[in-house]
């Protein structure tokens, strides 16, 4: 089977307990502050890439709700969950290799740990996308775990159930995103413990040229 499909269904799978493990997690918030201060027109209309059960979203929400937040996620019980947790927010159903799809235009971009389940080639795409429905000036926020790209593969979850995961180097990263008229406005590194073993977790907040 599509190393896709496996992982989309592990999503849907486990949204419940993606829920109970991560609705509440800190451990990005100022990067999400700084997205926040950085989309300065009031009412921007913003587009969440991967909303999962409305986590960041509704940090969006609760920061800025001026933000006419519109969030997208491949798996249906996801998208039913964040419909629950963040009512003034607007969620559907969508694969992000499918947002060329997308008509009109958009002041921010939310990822947050969408490129962790995309391969290279997709990840250029990604980019390139959320390049078209971003205005000259627009925001664009993406985080990855950082690694060898030949490090990828499949993981288990803690329920046996598996996703596909993909490292990239942040040094590929910022010459896709460079490729794709992207200037870096911010960059962080934070180390992400999970059981015994730590992973580095690398965001890129950048600016439409």
Partial sequence: MDPYQITFQTW???????????????LYNDTYDRFCELVEKQGARVLEIGCGPGNITRYLVDKRP?????????????IELAKANVPAARFRVMDVRAL?????????????FCLPYLSREDSVKLFTDCAALLPAGGIGYFSAIEGAYEQSGFKAASTGDETYVYYHPTQGLLEQLHTACFELVAQC???????DAVSTHVILIVRKK
């Fill in 66 to 78: 001026d933000f006419r937040l519109e969030a997208i996620d491949v798996a249906p019980a996801m």
């Fill in 189 to 195: 590194h934070k180390p992400y413990a999970q059981g």
């Fill in 12 to 26: 849907n799978k486990v949204a419940q307990l993606y829920q109970q493990k991560f609705m509440d997690l800190d």
């Fill in 100 to 112: 060329h799809t997308i008509e009109g235009a958009y002041d921010g971009i939310m990822c947050g």
